[in-house]
């Protein structure tokens, strides 16, 4: 299962996509909720590794389920 990234929690701060093995992270289109930058994950090609979850410093931005209810690209 996919890990997600909680669109509006997401503060771009983007250590997770030069961690990410498989380039599955993606920039958001505008600005969540915040106000700040955004990123996504593409379930589709994301291997459940966790290295996102681990090096992410803002606390609840990033879940180890597939929510993608959560998340959104643009």
């Not at 503060?11 to 990410?20: I, L, Q, S, T, W």
């Not at 994301?46 to 959560?70: H, M, N, R, T």
Request: charged share 15%; hydrophobic share 40%.
């Amino acid at each position: 299962m996919a890990h997600t990234i909680v669109t509006n929690v997401c503060e771009g701060v983007a250590d997770c996509v030069d961690a990410c093995p498989v380039a599955c992270i993606h920039p958001g289109q505008g600005a969540n909720s915040k106000g700040t930058a955004f990123y996504w994950i593409n379930f589709d090609t994301c291997i459940d590794c966790g290295i996102c979850l681990q090096v992410c410093p803002v606390d609840g931005a990033i879940l180890s389920e597939e929510k993608p209810e959560l998340q959104r690209a643009g």
